[in-house]
C-alpha cells in the first residue's frame, strides 16, 4: 500500500470518518477530527506502518494539520 492510502485508512480508522477521503485539506484539528490521544495514536500507527519515526517533540501541528500535509511530512520522513 502506497503512503497516500496508508495515511487515508490510518485516519479513517482513527477518527471512525470515512469522509476524510473527500477533502484531504480538511484541518483535521479545527473540526475537532483528531484531538492530542488520536494524534499519538496517529504517530504510532505512521511509525508501524510506515517505518518512520516522529519524535513527539518535534511535533508541529500545523506541519500535520491535513490529510495531505499528513502524506507529505509521511513521505519526507520515509
Known amino acids: 500500500m502506497d503512503v497516500e492510502n496508508t495515511v487515508v485508512e490510518i485516519l479513517a480508522d482513527l477518527t471512525g ?7 484531504m485539506d480538511m484541518d483535521l484539528f479545527e473540526t475537532g477530527t ?19 519515526d516522529v519524535p513527539v517533540s518535534e511535533f508541529d ?10 502524506i507529505a511530512k509521511a513521505k519526507e520522513l520515509q
Open 17 to 23: 470518518n470515512d469522509d476524510i477521503k473527500d477533502d
Open 34 to 52: 483528531l484531538d492530542s490521544m488520536a494524534t499519538v495514536q496517529l504517530l504510532l500507527e505512521l511509525q508501524g506502518q510506515l517505518d518512520i
Open 61 to 70: 501541528r500545523n506541519e500535520w494539520a491535513t490529510p495531505n500535509k499528513i
